[in-house]
């Protein structure tokens, strides 16, 4: 039985759980950063991805039976990742000279952004380590902001690192050992989505129709700065003259060797509510050919898998079925190799 000991900041100097990051971690985030054209955000979205690898890394020490799914980091200071259905939120941090924590408001007020567990991680990039500085589960987040009347300040609730448990085996204890429905959420409105395991844990959907407007996401680029243009890919979605197109890489995680995709799209407006969608998967650098048994998957709103196709040897890109859909519909698209599976939300 673990007890919960109470947090003090000479506790937190003598036992901090440090994770060492490996080479490949640093090669990983910097590809991907290197993507991300907006400068202001490089930096936050680098120790996202430090962050998110080796953390991950340590849980699948401390928890190999565990399936564990892993989101692209946002923009902003925070990454979910889900264990089983134990749904974390990583808030990276380069320090905590203030010894407070900044959690976002939307990931604690709107309810498909909530976590069960808050798990702080501070970012050492000079000496190549992570350091887990206390977790918080999300009713023990409501409690104390009900209790001390705390507000949130430009968008951030400011929660004391002395209120976080400074213990990071109770999170293995928590995925491990206790039911998820110890620590309620708030209801999501969709039932069968609440209890996907593979669920989106990204807290935005990607407004394909914005995208005839000239409004982009900032992982959502030019397909040439994507794709190698010698090679010969899918001729269909790059020659065609209408439309608009927009790539993004996927990492499929470090139990693969950070292995990267590109996942492709093309859409055509072809009526005032209509809009044409072609979903593909790409090799990412100098690759020629997908890994065989890479899953592409579209799926409705509430997770029923519509199309799938799977990569053979040799394929140099795999793609679902085009199709139709009104502005405002909603679907997501599965990228899925052995277990691993990562899921993108899309609205037309």
């Known amino acids: 039985m673990i007890n919960i000991q109470k947090n003090s900041n000479n506790l937190r100097l003598i036992m901090p759980e440090s994770i060492l990051l490996e080479p490949e971690h640093f090669e990983t985030a910097k590809n991907i950063t290197y993507q991300v ?26 928890l190999p039976e565990q399936q564990i799914y892993q ?14 259905k134990f749904k974390l939120c990583l808030i990276a941090t380069e320090n905590l000279l203030d010894e407070l924590v900044n959690i976002p408001e939307y990931t604690i007020t709107e309810p498909e952004a909530t976590a069960h567990l808050y798990v702080v991680i501070e970012v050492l990039e000079e000496q190549a ?6 977790i918080l589960r999300y009713d023990q987040i409501i409690a104390y902001i009900k ?7 430009s968008n951030y609730y400011q929660i004391p690192l002395a209120v976080f448990d400074i213990e990071p085996n109770h999170i293995i204890f928590y995925c491990r050992f206790l039911d998820v429905a110890a620590i309620p959420l708030p209801e999501l409105k969709s039932v069968n989505a609440a209890h996907h395991v593979g669920q989106s844990l ?3 959907k990607t407004k394909l129709s914005q995208w005839l407007q000239g409004i982009f996401l900032d992982e959502w680029q030019a397909i040439t700065a994507l794709i190698n243009p010698e090679m010969s890919l899918a001729l269909n979605i790059r020659n065609s003259a209408e439309g608009v197109k927009r790539g993004k890489i996927i990492n499929l995680g470090i139990r693969l060797g950070n292995y990267h995709v590109v996942m492709l799209i093309s859409i055509q407006e072809e009526s005032e509510e209509k809009i044409r969608v072609l979903i593909q998967l790409h090799p990412s650098g100098d690759a020629k050919f997908l890994r065989p048994n890479l899953k592409l998957t579209l799926l409705s709103k509430l997770g029923k898998s519509l199309c799938e196709v799977t990569s053979r040897s040799q394929d140099n890109y ?27 939300d899309f609205e037309i």
């Not at 054209?37 to 020490?61: C, D, P, R, S, V």
């Not at 990454?79 to 089983?84: A, F, V």
């Not at 380590?129 to 206390?134: D, K, M, Q």
């Not at 698209?333 to 993108?344: C, P, Q, R, Y």
Request: charged share 20%.
């Open 37 to 62: 054209f907006n400068e202001l955000q490089q930096w936050q979205i680098y120790l996202n991805f430090l962050a998110t690898l080796g953390f991950i890394h340590w849980l699948k020490e401390h």
């Open 71 to 84: 989101n692209q980091p946002s923009n902003d200071n925070f990454t979910y990742i889900q264990i089983d």
């Open 129 to 134: 380590e992570l350091i887990i500085r206390g």
């Open 147 to 153: 209790t001390s009347g705390l507000n949130s300040i």
């Open 202 to 204: 990204q807290p935005h």
């Open 318 to 344: 795999i793609q679902v079925n085009p199709f139709h859909g009104e502005k405002g519909k909603q679907f997501s698209v599965e990228v899925s190799l052995d277990n691993i599976k990562i899921k993108e």
